[in-house]
Antibody
Framework: EVRLVESGGGLVRTGGSLRLSCTTSGFSFNTFWMSWIRQAPGKGLEWVANIKRDSTEKYYADSVEGRFTISRDNAKNSVYLQIDGLRADDTAVYYC??????????WGRGTLVTVSS | IQLTQSPSPLSASVGDRVTITCQAS??????LNWYQQKPGEAPKLLIFDASNLETGVPSTFSGSGSGTHFTFTISRLQPEDFATYYC?????????FGQGTKLDFK
């Protein structure tokens, strides 16, 4: 059974940092791109970033470029999202999903990040 | 690449046929997916590559289009179909979602 479990969310002050984790199981992690997608409360989905199998390619949404860093550890079957310089509009549920973007079939349940001053 | 969905929102009744359109700001070939999301849940992939039905998805759902204009149709609405629907392009990174279409009861 494919599982993706996000963690690391919480309440953070404006300007602070967080590292989100997504731990996976049930598939060969090192053969798949991985992605992060977020959803602000009551709003739509926003694609955030993705990372290639061997970490040689990474892409970011314009809104997070320079503040967010996606990484992965294939030995731990995990993908991470380092978020720096948090702003109020970064408040969202952050989902990890399997794949580069050509059809996200597997998603985690998400982790909530709340940014407050 | 910007994706614009219409209408938003959309009111309909059980048994209705509904269509949602997704307009891309540039040619994305057929690199488009459609998702359904219900409150408190992660999105569910329904259609990939513009017109291919994901395994296990009812045949009442369909998608078509290429280039910049895409359509998503539910041929006969069931009670469980009332949800929010999103298109998503993967032609060019950064990938993007449409703003969503909330389908609610008329």
């Amino acid at each position: 059974e494919v599982r993706l479990v996000e963690s690391g969310g919480g309440l953070v002050r404006t300007g602070g940092s967080l590292r989100l984790s997504c731990t996976t199981s049930g598939f060969s992690f090192n053969t798949f791109w991985m992605s992060w997608i977020r959803q602000a409360p009551g709003k739509g989905l926003e694609w955030v970033a993705n990372i290639k199998r061997d970490s040689t390619e990474k892409y970011y949404a314009d809104s997070v470029e320079g503040r967010f860093t996606i990484s992965r550890d294939n030995a731990k079957n995990s993908v991470y999202l380092q978020i720096d310089g948090l702003r109020a509009d970064d408040t969202a549920v952050y989902y990890c999903a399997r794949g580069s973007g050509s059809g996200y079939f597997y998603w985690g349940r998400g982790t909530l990040v709340t940014v407050s001053s | 690449i910007q994706l614009t969905q219409s209408p938003s929102p959309l009111s309909a009744s059980v048994g209705d046929r509904v269509t949602i359109t997704c307009q891309a700001s540039q040619d994305i070939s057929q690199s488009l997916n459609w998702y359904q999301q219900k409150p408190g849940e992660a999105p569910k992939l329904l259609i990939f590559d513009a017109s291919n039905l994901e395994t296990g998805v009812p045949s009442t759902f369909s998608g078509s289009g290429s280039g910049t204009h895409f359509t998503f149709t539910i041929s006969r609405l069931q009670p469980e179909d009332f949800a929010t629907y999103y298109c998503q392009q993967y032609d060019t990174a950064p990938y993007t979602f449409g703003q969503g279409t909330k389908l609610d009861f008329k």
